[in-house]
């Protein structure tokens, strides 16, 4: 049984442009994961990554984009001040090698990565150190995929019912915002 489509409003008939709005949502997502992380995720990335094994600024680097699937490249500009920072409050220490700072974790980062129980910004958004870089943005996109496929096959009940259900997790995402 075919699904009968709208003739007005949003979806009538026009599902080129569901799937457009799709990318763009994609698009941005992308765009700003790529070239921000949230408070914090600089800090506990290093961490995390030094909590395995001594490395030095461009490796971490490297490690961060690979383990956030490539949609988090810290800039040198974010990771050398913030390394900076942890050799100066003594949570994790340098030496050189080959022309090269390698850091590795004190004492006092190994309690801090233990407090945190390692968790790292690449974890799903439940961790405790960061909001999980890549989980968000992939939830929205699956999310916007899920709409447009309801709108293309779906019946002009089932549309409705899609519209409550992305009405009540807009409603209750701004809740979450609102809880600070």
Known sequence: MRASY?????????????????EEL?????KRVGTRAGKGEVRAAVLALLAE??????????????RSGGSWKPSAGSVYPTLQLLAD?????????????????????????????????????DSQYGTGVASLPKAGIELAQAAAQVARIGSPE??????AAL??????????????
Do not use: C
């Not at 709208?6 to 569901?18: E, L, Q, R, V």
């Open 6 to 22: 709208p003739t007005s409003g949003f979806g009538a008939g026009n599902f080129d442009g569901m799937w457009q709005a799709v």
């Open 53 to 66: 094994r001594p490395m030095h600024g461009y490796q971490i680097i490297r490690e961060i984009e690979e």
């Open 26 to 30: 994609r698009s941005r997502f992308e």
């Open 167 to 180: 009405d009540e997790a807009r409603r209750r995402l701004y809740a979450i915002l609102a809880q600070d």
């Open 89 to 125: 409050e003594g949570t994790i220490s340098a030496e050189e090698s080959n022309g090269r700072k390698i850091y590795s974790l004190t004492e006092a980062g190994r309690e801090e990565v233990a407090a945190h129980h390692g968790a790292a910004p690449w974890d799903p958004a």
């Open 158 to 163: 089932q549309v409705q019912q899609a519209v």
